[in-house]
């Protein structure tokens, strides 16, 4: 079961369907079972029962979870697969140490594959939604997977399957989520 | 949040407006009346009667219109949803959009510079879902303009109920039509919805048609109790 969470400024808002509803949609199209919980309402000692997390994206006029850092400190812990999308890469990297910066993109963007990854479309380039008003600066040791001409676009923990894209995937790029929840299934093998 | 819903007077702005009802206040509607029947950004057949649906809903109107030249439009719109802003008190716009980027990108960029929330209720909305719902909910549409392959002249004033939509799903798979009318095929009127206290019921209307083009003009029009 994957976690989708809802970063928007309060549970059940308006922006629900235009955020964690499309990503969800890909999830099950998938193959995955998901449930949803809005980033207040999540234990300090984050989620028991997920093989992997979403962090969905808010409105352009929606930082409220940037106010809120603490609410995610149980990110630092997390056991399992973890994906930011746009306010979720801003989550992800806030509580690993990286920052925000103002930098606004709306609409359909060239992004620049920097650094090959598991998630990300075939480079060198492909082309992606955004709406976002801040950007990251990345906690340090971070790897910069992908940049536009305006920010950081991708990053991920140099170790663990912490991983954040400032686009939306979920307009166009499916494929990201689709490959997030191959990665969360137990491999044949493991334990 | 005091919100202004773009509305064209189909299908899409009538239930983004009833779901923004749920959560939010909704302080009046925004229409843009296009002059340019191939508007990229605004729905024409029928928004003549965006008036007589706003009084059926019991909501304010703020209405503009544009010749509907590609940007001039778009500072129009603009114009229309300051003016919302000043008359109203709006914090945010709720748009009716599916899928196009090119519609939702320009409405973000317009409520950013103005310093407006943007809400798109059904964006990436799963098709099949959105259409049973609209019905189950109560909504009346009817087609007012089709613009594909293979819509007869039998579909122009076709209401949108459970038949009309095994009909629509079976040109998605013949046809490749979106089932929405995303793409262009086709535009929708909302003659009853449960927000309306009254419904509009059509009097007069011409139909033209020719080459899997048509139009349904609604010419004379009001409003009767439900």
Redesign the interface.
């Known amino acids: 079961m994957i976690l989708l969470v809802d970063l928007s400024w309060k549970p059940?808002?308006?922006?629900r369907?235009?955020f964690v509803?499309?990503v969800a949609?890909i999830v099950s199209r998938a193959g995955e079972e998901w449930r949803e919980e809005h980033f207040l309402a999540i234990p300090e000692t984050g989620p028991a029962d997920a093989c992997g997390i979403i962090l969905c994206g808010t409105?352009?006029?929606?930082n409220f979870f940037s106010e809120y850092p603490e609410a995610f400190l149980w990110l630092r812990n997390a056991s399992v697969p973890v994906l930011g999308i746009c306010a979720g890469m801003q989550a992800l990297c806030l509580v690993h140490g990286g920052a925000l910066c103002p930098a606004?993109e709306?609409?359909?963007t060239t992004v620049q594959v920097t650094h090959p990854d598991t998630l990300l479309p075939k480079g060198p380039a492909f082309e992606a939604?955004e709406?976002h008003?801040f950007a990251c600066n990345p906690p340090p040791g971070w790897i910069v997977t992908a940049v536009s001409d305006h920010c950081v676009q991708a990053v991920r923990h140099p170790d663990r399957p912490l991983f954040g894209v400032m686009f939306h995937p979920?307009?166009?790029n499916d494929v990201v989520v689709e490959r997030f929840c191959s990665l969360c299934r137990p491999q044949a093998g493991s334990p | 949040m005091k919100l202004g819903v773009l509305c064209s007077g189909g299908k899409d702005s009538w239930y983004a407006c009833y779901r923004a009802r749920e959560k939010e206040e909704v302080a009046c509607l925004i229409s843009v009346r296009s002059k340019n029947e191939s508007s990229y950004m605004f729905h024409t057949p029928n928004t003549h009667l965006v008036p007589l649906q706003a009084e059926a809903a019991g909501l304010p109107l703020v209405t503009v219109e544009t010749a509907g030249e590609k940007e001039a439009e778009l500072a129009d719109l603009a114009c229309a949803i300051r003016t919302a802003m000043v008359q109203y008190g709006i914090e945010g716009v709720v748009t009716g959009a599916l899928l196009s980027v090119y519609q939702a990108t320009r409405v973000q960029r317009i409520c950013r510079d103005l310093g407006l929330w943007c809400f798109n209720p059904l964006w990436y909305t799963d098709p099949d879902t959105y259409m049973a719902d609209l019905i189950a909910a109560g909504f009346r549409v009817v087609i007012t303009g089709v613009f594909a392959a293979p819509f007869s002249a039998d579909w122009l004033g076709r209401e949108i109920d459970a038949d009309a939509l095994v009909d629509l799903r079976k040109y998605v798979r013949s046809h490749r039509i979106t089932l929405t009318g995303e793409g262009g095929e086709y535009e929708t009127l909302v003659l009853d919805a449960p927000l309306f206290s009254r419904r509009i019921a059509i009097e007069k209307a011409e139909k033209e048609y020719a080459n899997y083009r048509g139009f349904f003009r609604v010419t004379q029009a009001s409003l009767e109790a439900k």
């Open positions: 059940g808002s308006l922006s369907d235009e509803g499309p949609r409105a352009l006029s929606d606004c709306i609409g359909m939604y709406l008003s979920e307009v166009r």
